[in-house]
């Protein structure tokens, strides 16, 4: 009876996924990372990893991060305001990138107006479409393009898993 409860379980477990990220929740600082007009804010409290400001004009933050046609991927990006509703506008951006660096199509766009984010986190998360065949990356890029000192915006997490076939 145990090993029919537990093979039970086993089938109702989420599909196990791999982390595409390395340095995800910044715990090694900016490395892996390109940004710009960003800095590093250290863990608060029970926190693992540290958190990234965006804020300074024309702030941004991206990584590539290799990828497989076919393969089925799942983001989630943890955000908030610097201050309550002070929010620079945010662009967050996936896009798949052939081999060539050309572009090979848009996963993701999500636009932020400005102060429509608060001093609490704003969790986005989903599935993108399958990876296209002529896929090879997927370019991850957020914009502040209006940050400065008193609308900055806080990332705590970018995380690319890959569902594993």
Known sequence: MAAVKKRRQRRQRSPSMI?????????????????GGAMILPAEGDSAGNSVLLFRPHAF??????????DRLYYTIACRAQFPAAN???????????????FAGLALE??????????????????LRTA??????????????????????????????????
């Open 61 to 70: 933050i991206s990584r590539t991060v290799r990828v497989s046609p076919g």
């Open 132 to 165: 296209p065949r002529q896929a090879t990356w997927l370019d991850i890029r957020g914009d502040a393009p209006m940050a400065d000192n008193g609308s900055g915006l806080i990332i705590d997490l970018i995380s690319l898993k890959k569902m594993r076939h």
């Open 88 to 102: 620079s506008p945010f662009i967050l951006r996936l896009r798949w990138v052939k081999a060539s660096g050309n």
């Open 19 to 35: 982390e595409l990220i390395k340095n995800r929740d910044f715990t090694a600082g900016l490395s892996g990372w390109h940004t």
């Open 110 to 127: 999500h636009y932020f107006p400005p102060g429509s984010i608060g001093s609490e986190p704003v969790l986005l998360q989903g599935f």
